[in-house]
């Protein structure tokens, strides 16, 4: 079954437990394009480093798919719950204990549709970014970096509330601390507004991190690891 599939079967299911789906649901004009997992962490990274400039107490979310994947990224992610109301992810650990320092970390079981996906949701009143992408399923790749993934993102504000509805959901099913109050907060219309500048700043720094040649370009990247 590929993503589209799921995605047409979820929407009569009712309420997805999957951010990419429930995304594509919701603004099917907004489609996806396929990528490798180069592409995406450049596309992640810009966005990680955005929500680090502007925002002023987002609601975050991400999904690491495991702790391989989330260890690597959790000290970013702990530098950004310092400025957030509440910071979530989810990930399979693996039986394995994970410490995380202002991170509420959701376990998730390798079944759960969220094990195929790598998220990243900034729900703030300024700025708001989602990015979903659902690895394809089966491909045997020497590299990691040439993983391939369904890729769906937006720096609009309703795909954006939409992708942290359904996280808060899933935090809220798992008993996480704090997850009852996102829902109802979530539940109201989202503030943000998004812009021609923000869209532009944002692909500019995307293109930064996929390799910009030295100077101003370069000058976007952010010290973080990739």
């Known amino acids: 079954m590929t993503a589209e599939d799921t995605v047409s079967d979820q929407g009569r299911a009712g309420d997805p437990d999957s951010v990419y789906i429930a995304v594509r ?13 180069r592409a995406l962490s450049a596309v992640s990274h810009a966005l990680e480093q955005e929500i680090a400039g502007r925002v002023r107490e987002p609601v975050l979310f991400g999904g690491f798919q495991t702790d391989r994947f989330l260890a690597p990224a959790l000290s970013r992610w702990e530098q950004l719950a310092e400025v957030a109301r509440a910071c979530v992810v989810f990930a399979d650990p693996g039986g394995r204990t994970v410490a995380t320092d202002g991170v509420e970390l959701v376990t998730i079981d390798h079944a759960a549709p969220l094990r195929e996906e790598w998220v990243v949701v900034c729900d703030d009143d300024a700025f708001a970014c989602v990015l979903s992408a659902w690895e394809i399923p089966g491909l045997e790749l020497d590299d990691d970096g040439d993983r391939i993934f369904d890729l769906v993102w937006s720096v609009e504000p309703e ?47 995307v293109l930064a991190y996929l390799g910009g040649a030295p100077g101003e370009g370069a000058a976007l990247r952010h010290p973080w690891p990739t």
């Open 25 to 37: 649901r919701a603004f099917p004009v907004l489609g996806s394009v396929r990528v490798r997992k």
């Open 159 to 205: 795909p954006t509330r939409v992708a942290a509805r359904t996280c808060a959901r899933l935090a809220q099913q798992a008993g996480t601390p704090g997850a009852d109050r996102l829902v109802h907060e979530l539940a109201a219309e989202p503030v943000a507004r998004a812009n021609v500048r923000t869209t532009w700043q944002v692909a500019t720094r």
